[in-house]
Structure formats: structure tokens, C-alpha cells
């Protein structure tokens, strides 16, 4: 190793342990929430009820923001809607679950339909999607079978039997 590859920075790598391939199936669902969210919002306007309209506006404004946190290039023609993407990409998977689950289920309790169900039902899944991503990758067995193996150790060590008998 020469002295030019120690001095060389590392690329800067996110923490969030997300492979590409999850990170793209996040964002493909969060569109697709979006596009469900908004056809849902628009068709709960269209009525004389004032809590199915407060619902359908909030599943609109939920489908302008996964647009806007996900895919912020579908949001051109909104100055502010590249800092919104950047900053949105800082949070952590967790954040991001809560604060999605979150938007998916108010409408819900507004104004408990079944186009408030399934029109909320992706955005919600986005959020699960993130949640599952801050759970981690999933072990080897190796090195579960080794925890578990001191795991007993460590309790027959506090019994003071070492035969399994109690």
C-alpha cells in the first residue's frame, strides 16, 4: 500500500444499511402511494360531507408530500422541492416510517371508508417498508448459534449447575 492510496478519502457510504435494491423498491412503493393517495383524496372531495373532504385534501397533501420526499424530480416546477428531497434523505428509515404511518393513518380517522383504507393502504406500506429498513439485516446463523451458546454458559455460570438439572 503506497502512501497515495492512504491519502485518498473514502466515498462517503450512508448509515442506513440500505441495499439499492430496497432503497428503489421504498421509493417505487412511496410513487405508487402517492398515485393512490392522490386518486383517492380527489374522489373523497367529491362529496357534501365536510370530514370526507377534510380527508380527501389531507390524502392529497400526503401525495404531494411522498412526491416530494421520494421522487423530487416530479416536483420541478417547486424551487424549495430539492431541499425538502435532501433534507428528507437525512432522516433515518425509522423517522421516515413514523412520519409516513403517521400521514397514511389520519386520514383514516377522519373519515373511516374504504377509499380512505386502500387509497392510504401503499403510503402506509411505504412506511412499513422504512421500518422494516431500520430493523437491519437479518444475522448468520453462525453467529447466532455462537450468542446462544454463551447465552447458556453465562446462565449455567449464575444456576452453578453445569448437567442442565435445576
Known amino acids: 500500500m503506497n502512501s497515495d492510496e492512504a491519502a485518498a478519502p473514502k466515498p462517503v457510504t450512508d448509515d442506513d444499511g440500505m441495499t439499492w435494491w430496497y432503497r428503489w423498491l421504498c421509493k417505487i412503493v412511496g410513487v405508487l402511494g402517492g398515485v393512490s393517495c392522490a386518486i383517492s383524496g380527489v374522489w373523497m372531495c367529491v362529496t357534501v ?3 370526507n373532504i377534510a380527508a380527501g385534501v389531507w390524502m392529497v397533501l400526503n401525495a404531494f408530500v411522498l412526491f416530494l420526499c421520494e421522487v423530487p424530480f416530479c416536483c420541478q416546477f417547486i424551487e424549495f422541492a430539492n431541499a425538502v428531497a435532501a433534507r428528507a434523505d437525512k432522516f433515518k428509515p425509522w423517522q421516515k416510517a413514523f412520519f409516513y404511518c403517521g400521514m397514511a393513518l389520519f ?4 373519515s373511516f371508508s374504504i377509499t380512505t383504507l386502500f387509497g392510504n393502504a401503499i403510503a ?3 412506511g412499513v417498508l422504512y421500518g422494516l429498513a431500520s430493523l437491519g439485516k437479518k444475522g448468520d446463523a453462525v453467529s447466532y448459534a455462537r450468542l446462544n451458546h454463551q447465552k447458556l454458559g453465562d446462565e449455567e455460570k449464575l444456576t452453578g449447575t453445569t448437567d ?3
Open 49 to 51: 360531507n365536510p370530514l
Open 164 to 166: 442442565g438439572s435445576i
Open 107 to 110: 386520514p383514516i380517522f377522519l
Open 124 to 126: 402506509f406500506a411505504t
